[in-house]
């Protein structure tokens, strides 16, 4: 990293997930990748302790930082973020504070995703599924499988960029059919009610693969299994496309992304390669008469790891 004690009007962005922080330094939208430094949430008592610890490590002094914006995995209400798989609070008031920062802001970590859009280079962008040529201005969606799901539009409006936050992970997984039906049983039975994020994230592996199999396995060796050509692992893995292929298909018809669906995280690129396989594009567009209506939407796999970085400081510089 390099010597940064010099450097003035610097802003500060951090994305918080469920296990690791990620923090960097930013000037205007652009993100210096060379400060990106990861710190484990288990070894640190809360957000507070980790910039301290970034600042001390960087040499670079609080007063320099003229703004902060962080991304924090759960839901945000008027300033504060609630994690929903970590025990921290997270405020502009502690942000300002901690930084002496005139500009503080804190999104869920899927707007800042939303506010990274177009500001990702294509070499970042696999393309799933091919983009028709749309205005603009056209509303993109930006759907996040990893610790937890969610989702969340993007709106280009007169004012700028609107992404409004989202908790799509928690709402009722949708009605499946044949084998798929005793999913849905098992998680009533198990959870009480059967949420989309119990089957679509890291967890929802490992809880997929036992219901369909009888067998407890981490996901890392379900994923390995499934390279392998184990069968029932393959098995799991064509129902998580599946399954993923219809609640985003039925994500779509909810927002109309005519711009766009960008999936990321490393659910999203462990089980893209199986996409084409297990009939992703299939499960997305089957939707009686407006199958064909479906064939609107292109499909994204977003590779750029720091994509919430970019959000924040974008988003950070209109403020």
């Not at 001390?56 to 973020?81: F, K, L, N």
């Not at 989702?151 to 709402?171: D, L, N």
């Not at 009888?214 to 060796?221: F, I, K, R, T, Y």
Request: charged letters at 20%; hydrophobic letters at 45%; one cysteine or more.
């Amino acid at each position: 990293m390099g010597d940064l004690t010099g450097e003035t009007g610097l802003s500060l962005v951090a994305d918080i997930g469920g296990t690791n922080t990620r923090v960097a330094l930013a000037r205007g939208p652009v993100v210096d990748r060379a400060t990106v430094t990861r710190y484990a949430n288990a070894a640190h008592p809360d957000l507070s302790a980790v910039l301290a610890r970034y600042l001390s490590e960087t040499g670079v002094e609080s007063g320099q930082i003229t703004g902060a914006c962080v991304a924090a995995a759960g839901p945000v209400h008027d300033g504060v973020a609630e994690l929903t798989n970590l025990d921290w609070t997270i405020d502009r008031a502690t942000l300002a504070r901690a930084l002496s920062a005139d500009r503080v802001a804190v999104l869920n970590d899927l707007q800042a995703q939303g506010h990274a859009i177009g500001h990702i280079d294509a070499a970042d962008l696999d393309a799933v599924l091919p983009q028709p040529e749309v205005p603009a201005h056209a509303t993109r969606l930006v759907i996040g499988l990893g610790t937890g799901f969610n989702a969340c539009p993007v709106f280009e409006t007169p004012g700028g960029r609107f992404v409004p936050p989202s908790e799509a992970g928690h709402v009722s997984l949708p009605a499946l059919c044949g084998e798929m039906a005793a999913l849905t049983d098992a998680m009533v039975r198990d959870f009480g009610f059967a949420s989309v994020e119990e089957v679509l994230s890291g967890r929802g592996i490992r809880y997929l693969h036992r219901v369909l199999h009888g067998v407890e396995a981490e996901p890392s060796e379900i994923m390995a299994a499934i390279a392998a050509g184990d069968a029932a692992a393959e098995a799991t893995c064509a129902a998580f496309v599946r399954v993923t292929g219809t609640v985003v298909g039925d994500l779509a018809l909810s927002h109309l992304p005519f711009g766009g669906i960008y999936l990321i995280g490393g659910v999203t690129r462990a089980f893209a390669p199986y996409f084409d396989r297990f009939g992703f594009a299939e499960a997305l567009r089957s939707k009686g008469r407006f199958t064909e209506f479906m064939g609107q939407f292109g499909v994204f796999v977003v590779r750029d790891d720091y994509a919430a970085l970019t959000g924040c400081a974008s988003h950070l510089s209109k403020l």
